[in-house]
T-cell receptor
Framework: DVKVTQSSRYLVKRTGEKVFLECVQD?????MFWYRQDPGLGLRLIYF???????EKGDIPEGYSVSREKKERFSLILESASTNQTSMYLC????????????FGSGTRLTVV | QKEVEQNSGPLSVPEGAIASLNCTYS??????FFWYRQYSGKSPELIMF????GDKEDGRFTAQLNKASQYVSLLIRDSQPSDSATYLC???????????FGQGTTLQVKP
């Protein structure tokens, strides 16, 4: 069974901490994505990557950075966590071909206090 | 700005009825269309995809696509309480692997 694995299901961090959210996929997918999802705002794209060491900003990149050193791993970094970054974070991956859609990870519920 | 529009609902149907979920999109170049189901507190899971005009059936689910009207829909026959969830419509963005998502429609199936 193909999988996208996010390292933590629930995470509580303090304001100002540096936070790492990890995502690993075992499907040899070229594309990987980070979204956040908040009630009433839907899925919002933070960053995405089409290949190793490549990254592109999504719709809301401010306050975030990413790293993709290996094809299977895509990390989201909150440089200095703030309370407005409390959210559900979803990682997804897909083939380079557009036709197959995304496979999502199970999500990380991050609370910044 | 490429957009995907869905009625947020909630859409309430009785058990056993047909639920009809609708989605419109703005990019005429879109070629791949997806429906995801998301239970509360869970991540989205892909339930249907469609590329060609017309209908595509999979069990109780039917996806319908009309590219001329830029409209895609999902029909759920014999709705069950377990179908109660938020349904997200997604459309490919250009020649990339990126999808544009609608805000989702919440479906409530009442026993």
């Amino acid at each position: 069974d193909v999988k996208v694995t996010q390292s933590s299901r629930y995470l509580v961090k303090r304001t100002g901490e540096k936070v790492f959210l990890e995502c690993v996929q075992d499907m040899d997918h070229e594309n990987m994505f980070w979204y956040r999802q908040d009630p009433g705002l839907g899925l919002r794209l933070i960053y995405f990557s089409y290949d190793v060491k490549m990254k592109e900003k999504g719709d809301i990149p401010e306050g975030y950075s990413v790293s993709r050193e290996k094809k299977e791993r895509f990390s989201l970094i909150l440089e200095s966590a703030s309370t407005n970054q409390t959210s559900m974070y979803l990682c997804a991956s897909s083939h380079g071909d557009r036709v197959f859609g995304y496979t999502f990870g199970s999500g990380t519920r991050l609370t910044v206090v | 700005q490429k957009e995907v529009e869905q009625n947020s609902g909630p859409l309430s149907v009785p058990e056993g009825a047909i639920a009809s979920l609708n989605c419109t999109y703005s990019d005429r170049g879109s070629q791949s269309f997806f429906w995801y189901r998301q239970y509360s507190g869970k991540s989205p899971e892909l339930i249907m995809f469609i590329y060609s005009n017309g209908d595509k059936e999979d069990g109780r689910f039917t996806a319908q696509l009309n590219k001329a009207s830029q409209y895609v829909s999902l029909l759920i026959r014999d709705s069950q309480p377990s179908d109660s969830a938020t349904y997200l419509c997604a459309v490919n963005s250009g020649n990339t692997g990126k999808l544009i998502f609608g805000q989702g429609t919440t479906l409530q199936v009442k026993p």
